[in-house]
């Protein structure tokens, strides 16, 4: 069994290798893959991808983010990053002029304290290095100002001193998007060195973990067997991917070595094959109505071969509907698409994305609903209106009333229903969603979107049509394109490999939340103005197999 080091720095920021000597070091090391890792600077990555070519060692392209959180420097490591996609460039390149600015300012305080320093007399002495505090340290250690660097630290460049210059305030929010976006894996690097104590660490983990992180290191140098072991805990608590590495810096960090850290440090590369995994599988979110399913309310035999196919190569499919649970379970029985599953999954976000299901194991991921009284509140609206209305229990749909509108839905939709309008006797707990709906004037819907969007309870509600018949009501915190983000997150697959496809509102933010979003053919075109792609053929025509060919096998 191999291992790796998947954090380490090099001369281009302020380790001391260069980037093609951390590869010669890592080979003599017997590593099987090093991550070049530089804070805040990706100037080393062309350098190491080329001179590793013909190396027997795989390298990846890195960074080490430097952010603030509740005035504390946290570190993100982004791995796997494009790091010549234009947004991260344009992130790189801001950041950037946002330090050189920084490093303009800390000299001339320094200089107020009678040190004779330029930003271009550091720039001389560590050339082609982005320069940090470790810099100057040595800059006034060198030149007789300090006689330690603890004392450089201590005097002049600590956060406390008068001389110090914070830098502009990076969220670690921000930079998690940005290596998302750039293709990247984002980590949130040696937790233990925050000194947050266990709550505030699990509330840090959470609010990253929220905004995209998708893993956490549980191997590091300075870390004791216990500390390891709760990192690893807390990694699995939060459904974090584990990375880990020494954080080499060279000679600037004695006795601090590549591989090995001080001595104790094995990353198995078994954690770097799990990474690797999340880049490569695939997940297709697909509405049900009009999309994956035909104007008969079915598919052909070669959407359900190109589905087995799909799954078989060990991509994943969703049903993202605003159906209930039940009804998808129907439907999915239905089609018998489950046959050749053989390492992809098929998971639901019904009700709108408001509840995320495992269809292969038959448990809830997550789930949001609409409190009762909230709930209550747009049905009284409703009926007061002459609008129908209707929710759902695990097993019934309760309608308003028995009109031809609960008639007309359920010629699709075969659940049993009953007739009620006091939601406290007929659910047993709150409703994930409720449907107005007007077989012939939508403007009545409309209105009625308006109206419920005014109210005191509307900012924790979405209102979103699933069809020019249907209005629909759910948590602010589920919607499809949630449930696509939530989903990838859960199951380890990387948004840059989420494809979905839609044809209704409801679809939308599913359909822009996609690293590929389509709109059917046969869809709205207000669909297929958000869209990246419009398929050449409808629903009725395998639509769907003409995107699982483009854009998933």
């Known amino acids: 069994m191999g291992f790796v080091d998947l954090h ?161 305030k990076v969220t670690p929010e921000e930079v998690i998007e940005v290596t998302l976006k750039a293709g990247g894996i984002p980590i949130l690097a040696h937790p233990t060195l925050y000194k947050l104590g266990h709550e505030q660490l699990d509330v840090l983990v959470r609010r990253l973990k929220d905004a995209g992180l998708m893993g956490l290191e549980c191997y590091y140098s300075t870390y004791t067997p216990s500390e390891e072991r709760q990192m690893r805990a807390l990694a699995e608590k939060f459904n974090l991917l584990p990375s880990g590495g020494s954080d080499f810096h060279g000679a600037n960090k004695p006795g601090l070595e590549l591989a090995v850290g001080y001595g104790k440090l094995y990353v198995p590369d078994g954690v770097l094959a799990g990474l690797k995994r999340t880049l490569r599988t695939k997940i297709l979110f697909t509405d049900l109505d009009d999309t994956l399913l035909n104007s008969e309310k079915t598919i052909s035999e070669r959407a359900r071969d190109k589905i087995a196919e799909m799954l078989a190569a060990g991509h994943h499919l969703v049903l993202a509907s605003g159906r209930a649970v039940s009804s998808i379970l129907d439907v999915l029985e239905t089609l018998d698409i489950r046959r050749g599953a053989s390492g992809g999954r098929i998971y639901m976000a019904a009700y709108n994305g408001a509840v995320i299901y495992d269809c292969t194991d038959g448990s809830v991921i997550e789930q949001y609903d609409v409190p009762i009284p909230t709930a209550q509140a747009i049905f009284d609206m409703a009926v007061k209106r002459g609008i129908h209305i209707q929710t759902y229990t695990d097993t019934h749909i309760i309608s308003c009333a028995d009109d031809r509108e609960i008639a007309y839905y359920r010629q699709a939709i075969k659940s049993p229903y009953r007739v009620g309008t006091d939601l406290e006797k007929e659910l047993a707990h709150a409703p994930f969603k409720l449907l107005a709906i007007d077989i012939d004037d939508r403007s009545r819907l409309e209105a009625f979107r308006r109206e419920v969007e005014a109210s005191d309870f509307a900012e924790d509600i979405t209102c979103a049509f699933s069809s020019a018949r249907y209005l629909e009501f759910y948590n602010k915190k589920a919607g499809k394109g949630n449930a696509l983000r939530n989903l990838c997150s859960a199951v380890h697959v990387h948004r840059k490999n989420a494809v979905a496809a839609g044809d209704e509102e409801n679809d939308i933010t599913m359909i822009e939340a996609a690293a590929v979003g389509i709109c059917m053919a046969n869809g709205r075109t207000v669909v297929k103005e958000c869209a990246d792609v419009i398929t050449e053929q409808d629903n009725d025509h395998d639509g769907i197999v003409e995107i699982i060919d483009r854009f998933v096998l």
């Open 8 to 168: 380490v720095h090099s001369r281009c920021s302020d380790g001391t290798l260069t980037p093609s000597g951390l590869v010669d070091h890592a080979i003599e090391k017997g590593l099987s893959a090093v991550a070049l890792t530089d804070h805040d600077t990706v100037d080393g990555l062309d350098e190491l991808m080329e001179y590793a070519k013909d190396k027997p060692i795989e390298v990846i392209p890195g960074i080490e983010y430097s952010t603030e959180y509740n005035g504390r420097d946290v570190h993100i490591v982004g791995l796997f990053i494009d790091y010549k996609a234009p947004v991260f460039l344009e992130y790189l390149t801001r950041f950037k002029q946002s330090r050189t600015d920084r490093n303009y300012k800390l000299c001339a305080n320094l200089r107020g304290a009678g040190i004779d320093i330029t930003y271009e007399a550091l720039l001389d002495a560590f050339p082609g290095a982005v320069i940090t505090r470790a810099h100057y340290a040595a800059f006034l250690l060198d030149r007789g100002y300090v006689k330690s660097r603890k004392e450089a630290f201590e005097r002049y460049l600590g956060d406390n001193t008068p001389y110090f210059v914070h830098r502009e």
